[in-house]
C-alpha cells in the first residue's frame, strides 16, 4: 500500500511564502501531483513532478525528492484566494492516484 | 482546457432509492474515468476505475453490486448508487485522463453531494 502524510492545517499571512510539505512511502513510484481544492469544489491541478528538483509554475513552486519521498509545494506571494486545501497525490505504474489527506491553508489578511 | 462535467451537483432522496450521478469528459476522450468518495474534511477515496467497454475495478471495500459503473462511451461514465442508505451519504466526485500517460493530470467533475434521508 502507499502512506502519504501532510500536515493537516496551516496558517500564513497575505504576501507572505508558505511551503507544504508531503511525505510518502511506495512501490512503483510515477510520479507525484498537488491538486488545489476549495471547499465544496473539485480539485484543481496545479503541478507534476517525476524527476527530482524544482517545478515553478508562476507563484506556485513544487520539489520532489524520490530517494527521500518527500515533495513540497510552495506557494509565494500569498492571496486571499489561496485558502484551499491542497492535496498530494502519488501515482504509481499502474495508472493509480493515491491522494493525501490534504492541507488546509488559510491565509489571513 | 479538458473540461469534465458531472451531474446532478446536488441529490436529495428517500432511504432505498437508486441514485445514478454522470461524468462526461466534454472536448476529450477518456478510455479511463475514476470515482471518487469524499467525505467531509478528508481526502480523496478511490472507489473504482472506469474503463470503457470493460468492466470496471474497483478498489478493496468497494461493493461492485452496490455501486454499479458503466462506461459505455469513450465520453461518459455513470456510477448508480443501488438501494442507497443513509450512511451512503457523501460528495463523490469522478474524474478522467485526457490521454494515458503517468504524467497527464486528473480533471475532476464538480462532485455531486448525494444526502440520503
Known amino acids: 500500500g502507499q502512506n502519504i502524510d501532510q500536515p493537516t492545517e496551516m496558517t500564513a499571512t497575505e504576501g507572505a511564502i508558505v511551503q507544504i510539505n508531503c511525505t510518502y512511502q511506495?512501490?512503483?513510484?510515477?510520479?507525484l501531483f498537488w491538486y488545489q481544492q476549495h471547499a465544496g469544489e473539485a480539485p484543481t491541478f496545479l503541478s507534476y513532478?517525476?524527476?527530482?528538483g524544482l517545478e515553478e509554475k508562476g507563484r506556485f513552486s513544487s520539489f520532489l525528492s524520490r530517494s527521500k519521498g518527500y515533495s513540497y509545494l510552495l506557494l509565494k506571494e500569498l492571496q486571499m484566494k489561496d485558502s484551499a486545501s491542497y492535496l498530494c497525490?502519488?501515482?504509481?505504474?499502474?495508472?493509480?492516484?493515491?491522494f493525501g489527506d490534504g492541507t488546509t491553508l488559510t491565509v489571513k489578511p | 482546457g479538458a473540461v469534465v462535467s458531472q451531474h446532478p451537483s446536488w441529490v436529495i432522496c428517500k432511504s432505498g432509492t437508486s441514485v445514478k450521478i454522470e461524468c462526461r469528459s466534454l472536448?476529450?476522450?477518456?478510455?479511463?474515468m475514476f470515482w471518487y468518495r469524499q467525505f467531509p474534511k478528508q481526502s480523496l477515496m478511490l472507489m473504482a476505475t472506469?474503463?470503457?467497454?470493460?468492466?470496471?475495478?474497483?478498489e478493496q471495500g468497494v461493493e461492485k453490486d452496490k455501486f454499479l459503473i458503466n462506461h459505455a462511451s469513450l465520453t461518459l461514465s455513470t456510477l448508480t448508487v443501488t438501494s442507497a442508505h443513509p450512511e451512503d451519504s457523501s460528495f463523490y466526485i469522478c474524474?478522467?485522463?485526457?490521454?494515458?500517460?503517468?504524467?497527464?493530470?486528473?480533471?475532476f467533475g464538480d462532485g455531486t453531494r448525494l444526502s440520503i434521508l
Open positions: 513532478n517525476v524527476l527530482d
Open positions: 497525490a502519488v501515482t504509481t505504474n499502474a495508472g493509480k492516484s493515491t
Open positions: 472506469s474503463n470503457e467497454g470493460s468492466k470496471a475495478t474497483y
Open positions: 474524474s478522467a485522463k485526457e490521454g494515458q500517460g503517468a504524467s497527464q493530470p486528473q480533471h
Open positions: 511506495t512501490s512503483g513510484f510515477n510520479g
Open positions: 472536448d476529450f476522450q477518456a478510455t479511463t
